[in-house]
């Protein structure tokens, strides 16, 4: 059986989302990082690096969301969220899933936990607003990508596991300045996106409400 750890809204949204359109039997496990639960002995046994989500199936223990959703692809999907090894199309998803993991998921980290990377307010508001900033670029990268995509999706025309990762991270800028949601293609990419019944599964079995992007 397979296991999700979890937080509502956390990185655990974009695998989540995957096991849903994937119709998979799988278990959430919630890991309640309000009694710091992440940082407890059994999960780090799980998860070292005491971040979420962490996926069990089988005798196999994951983490790295980027990895989770992969592997999930890889072993359930027959080939339907992700293309076939060794094509361009397989290569651009390499791509895109790194940007969106090694640079975008990163930047908003640094966004979202800026105190670790300053001591004094005016440092750490420095550091957020220079994160908000950057991670507007990255987001006017991506909108320009849609946009040549000429499809509904990151891919064009397949939707992958790119999708529901994109969908997780443009979510998280719900409430900067300038949010994801208000540039033109990825608004109605995100529309579309929340209309799926894997999202909106995803969003009930979570607890989450609107606005969800
Ligand atoms: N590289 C990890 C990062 C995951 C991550 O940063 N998760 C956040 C929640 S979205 C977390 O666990 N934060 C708790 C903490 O940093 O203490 C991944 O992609 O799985």
């Not at 956390?10 to 919630?30: C, D, K, Q, S, T």
């Not at 909108?143 to 025309?157: Q, T």
């Not at 979510?171 to 300045?177: G, L």
Request: hydrophobic share 40%; charged share 20%.
């Amino acid at each position: 059986m397979i296991q999700l750890y979890y937080y509502p809204g956390n990185a655990n949204l974009a695998p989540h989302m995957i096991l849903e359109e994937l119709g998979v039997p799988y278990e959430l496990v919630l890991v309640d990082t309000e009694k710091k639960e992440h940082q407890a002995t059994a999960y780090l046994q799980l998860n070292p690096t005491g971040k979420i989500p962490a996926l069990l199936d089988d005798d196999l223990v994951l983490t790295e969301t980027a990895a989770i959703c992969l592997h999930l692809a890889d072993k359930y999907s027959q080939g339907k969220l992700v293309p076939s090894v060794g094509t361009p199309q397989r290569a651009q998803l390499y791509r895109w899933l790194m940007y969106l993991t090694n640079t975008l998921q990163a930047e908003l980290i640094t966004y979202f936990y800026p105190h670790r990377l300053a001591t004094d307010n005016a440092a750490i508001a420095q550091v957020k607003a220079h994160a908000e900033a950057r991670v507007a670029e990255m987001i006017d990268l991506l909108e320009n990508n849609l946009a040549r995509s000429g499809g509904n999706y990151l891919l064009g025309e397949q939707f992958s596991i790119l999708d529901p990762y994109l969908f997780m991270l443009c979510r998280w800028t719900r409430n900067m300045q300038n949010p994801a949601r208000d540039r033109e293609h990825l608004g109605k990419f995100l529309n579309r996106l929340a209309e799926r019944p894997c999202v909106k599964r995803t969003f009930d079995m979570e607890g989450l409400t609107a606005p969800y992007f």
